[in-house]
């Protein structure tokens, strides 16, 4: 059993949005559009065929590089879509059935379970704060402050590490759901090795290894470290409203991530659709105005985090001495 770490300390933070935000603001904030769920949907399996396609298509490394960038961003990105069904923010009303069958297509590019996904990031909201039962802090966060160990993140050595995280935490679970997980987590694999067995076959090694081992294995572990970054590792541990980054809103990582940039935000109210978490940001402004937040963009993060060698889950402008601005004077957000 689990304490509700974060409910036990935000009780005047829940009081304080409250305030910071009207009953108009609030229902609107919250309304779900699946029209608008389900266009970046398409949009997504479109960038996802587009690429696969220029990938099997172009040799030149100054065309399939980046396209490879672009599909590992885009598998990655089907893990946001996931999300969205787990906080039941696609449908109007909740849709059972509807919601198991898109967990499981969105589950299955990123290689994962959804259920596993399910279970563990709700665990971690309802325990965000506590280094013990968040499932992500516990078993997920780099132990070892060090580069090396930090940059193996962003290098195939994500999954074993990834897993082994999992699997540590899949133990506390009843039975059913673990053999759930494991069933899942089978589906996916066979389906990756089935995508890349067809492109082997039909257009050669050489293909199958640019659009699907080298986005899979080698740019999904950079899209998942950077997005990583950007949720909770500069905080403030003495005040549960600072206990995630504020990320400045960018056009370029809104589209980058499908808006999983406003992670603090999405923490604050984990009921509004992704599409709208841009309005919660330009709403907040006066509220993270009055309680000093910090501004952080994933430029500073990476410095930060690899040539400062900051821990995560602390106050990095603390540790280092030099104070971030407080205010962001210009704030790009779509």
């Known amino acids: 059993m689990k304490s509700h770490h974060y409910t036990q300390h935000s009780a005047g933070l829940r009081a304080e949005l409250g305030?910071?935000?009207?009953?108009e603001q609030m229902r609107d904030l919250h309304r779900k559009q699946p029209v608008r769920h389900f266009a970046v949907t398409i949009r997504q399996f479109g960038i996802l065929a587009l690429a696969t396609w220029g990938l099997i298509r172009f040799e030149n490394p100054l065309i399939w590089v980046p396209l490879a960038f672009v599909q590992g961003f885009t598998?990655?990105?089907?893990?946001?879509?996931?999300?969205?069904?787990?906080?039941?923010?696609?449908?109007?009303?909740?849709r059972r059935a509807a919601e198991r069958l898109?967990?499981?297509?969105?589950?299955?590019?990123s290689g994962i379970s959804a259920s596993q996904f399910t279970?563990?990031?709700?665990?971690?909201h309802a325990e965000l704060g506590s280094d013990d039962e968040d499932p992500k802090r516990a078993h997920l966060s780099p132990k070892v402050n060090a580069r090396w160990y930090k940059l193996l993140y962003c290098t195939p050595a994500l999954f074993p590490i990834y897993f082994r995280a999992a699997r540590r935490e899949s133990a506390t679970y009843p039975a059913p759901l673990q053999r759930?997980?494991?069933?899942?987590?089978?589906?996916?694999?066979?389906?990756?090795?089935?995508?890349?067995?067809?492109?082997?076959?039909?257009?050669?090694?050489?293909?199958?290894?640019r659009t699907n081992i080298i986005p899979v294995f080698f740019i999904f572990p950079i899209a998942f470290t950077l997005n990583?970054?950007?949720?909770?590792?500069?905080?403030?541990?003495?005040?549960?409203?600072?206990?995630?980054?504020?990320?400045k809103g960018h056009w370029f990582w809104d589209f980058a991530f499908l808006n999983s940039n406003y992670h603090l935000e999405h923490h604050y109210f984990p009921g509004v659709p992704l599409y709208r978490l841009p309005e919660v940001q330009r709403a907040l402004l006066p509220?993270?105005?009055?309680?000093?937040?910090?501004?952080?963009?994933?430029?500073?993060?990476?410095?930060?985090?690899l040539i400062e060698n900051h821990a995560p889950h602390t106050d990095w402008s603390a540790s280092s001495g030099t104070p971030r601005p407080r205010v962001a004077p210009q704030i790009h957000l779509q």
């Open 287 to 305: 509220f993270y105005e009055r309680k000093q937040m910090r501004w952080q963009s994933y430029g500073r993060l990476v410095y930060g985090w």
């Open 180 to 209: 759930a997980i494991a069933r899942e987590r089978k589906v996916s694999m066979l389906a990756h090795i089935a995508a890349i067995a067809i492109v082997w076959y039909v257009f050669g090694f050489y293909a199958a290894l």
């Open 102 to 109: 898109l967990g499981y297509l969105y589950a299955i590019p």
């Open 119 to 124: 279970r563990w990031h709700l665990d971690h």
């Open 19 to 23: 305030a910071a935000l009207s009953r």
């Open 75 to 94: 598998i990655f990105n089907f893990t946001v879509l996931l999300h969205e069904v787990v906080h039941h923010t696609v449908f109007a009303r909740r």
């Open 228 to 247: 990583r970054l950007g949720q909770h590792y500069d905080i403030d541990p003495s005040d549960p409203a600072k206990w995630g980054t504020l990320m």
